[in-house]
């Protein structure tokens, strides 16, 4: 991911109900949800849910799919892999984060470091 794309997904996920949305879909896993749940769960109208989810979708963080009648909605994890990689890798200093490989399970492990430094209370 560059710094473009992480951009274009802090930007989508800066609204309440888009954020609310998007963990929503976290939650449901790669199943989904329908589009009426996430507006029942967010108490959101069906027109302003969907103005939101194409800005997810647009930002490439959110699927959709259809069955039958319905639409559904699922996270798109891959996608948030990346920003998280990146974040690690072009954000943080390696004293408070770092990504290893596990070759082993074929995936990346992100260790944060335990900070216990003095707080500044005044």
């Known amino acids: 991911m560059d710094i473009q794309n992480a951009l274009i997904v802090f930007d989508a996920l800066s609204q309440e109900t888009r954020l609310r949305a998007f963990r929503l879909l976290v939650q449901a896993g790669s199943a989904g949800l329908a589009a009426g749940a996430l507006s ?5 109208p ?16 959110v699927a959709s799919r259809k069955e039958g009648r319905s639409v559904i909605y699922s996270a798109n994890f891959e996608a948030m892999q990346d920003l998280i990689g990146f974040m690690v890798k072009d954000c943080c200093s390696v004293e408070f984060a770092s990504i290893r490989e596990d070759t082993r399970k074929g995936c990346s ?9 003095e707080s500044k209370v005044r």
């Open 40 to 44: 029942d769960e967010l108490g959101t």
């Open 46 to 61: 069906h027109n302003t849910l969907s103005f939101h989810l194409s800005h997810l979708a647009n930002a490439g963080i």
């Open 109 to 117: 492990i992100i260790e944060l470091t335990d900070y216990c430094g």
